[in-house]
């Protein structure tokens, strides 16, 4: 079966869609992106896209601060994605990347007077850590200062730093990085958001910690406080702490709700999982499949006529 992807304003065929090497972009880093969830619902036969229209805001409140302009209105990007899904017919748990670029096939570092384009395609795409629970190490490379490069919108040139983290994580045996801020405090992962639990509440680094204010963070903190009564604090978290937490877990889009079970070969509580790690989980996997009925207005269906 042929993939599709949305290119130049078109769907073509996947081998087509292909920019050339003079692109801006590729040697700049002047592009933003976005990564969504298609979560397949076997027993309803329905696939649900998660919060695009969050997405989708993201996405243009970063190309204001890249000077990119978008064609399409969240509304219209949510309806070419839903198209994008039912024409390469995808009908098991996906991974929707959308990019706004510059487009220009011009060299020479800046912003202004550029083309900017506007592509997506989609991919099958199960776990993204292949771990029921994961072991972190935190890294030798800390996480931008905001005014070095912004870390609230996913510009892909800031994603080295995410690369040097996550590799060096592999090297040294553990299967995900841990990144401090500038001043030393807990930030985030190389691709997530984390979360400790501490005395029966959740804390997570501040938005002022450089992180990315991620979307499945907020979902985890709203299930947390609306499903199971429990308060999330948001603060400077020191390194420390991590390893006297009673649990752990990361939140991403790519990587959902992942268990963290020990920090620099240190066991956090009795190096299982816990049970505030465990109710969030299944309340998180049973709302991105369209089973919380509460929560639907997050799921957006492909396949429903």
Known sequence: MTAYAFFQKKFVPMPEAKIGVMTQALHYGTALFEGIRGNWNAEKGEMYLFRLKEHYQRMHNGA???KISLDYSVEEMTRLTVELIRKNELKEDS???PLAYKSTEQMGVRLHNLDDDFLMFAIPWG???DTDSCKCGVSSWRRPDDNTIPTSVKATGMYINNALAKTEAIENGYDEAIMLSPDGHVSEGSGENIFLVIDGKLHTPATYNNILVGITRDTVMQLAKHELGIETIERPIDRAELYSSQECFLTGTAAHLTPVSEIDRRPLGDGQV????????????DAIQG???KYMDWC???YKK
């Open 64 to 66: 204001k601060l890249l």
């Open 95 to 97: 991974y929707v990347r």
């Open 127 to 129: 776990r993204y850590l």
């Open 274 to 285: 816990g049970p505030v790690t465990t109710k969030l989980k299944k309340l998180y996997f």
């Open 291 to 293: 089973k919380l009925p």
């Open 300 to 302: 957006t269906p492909v």
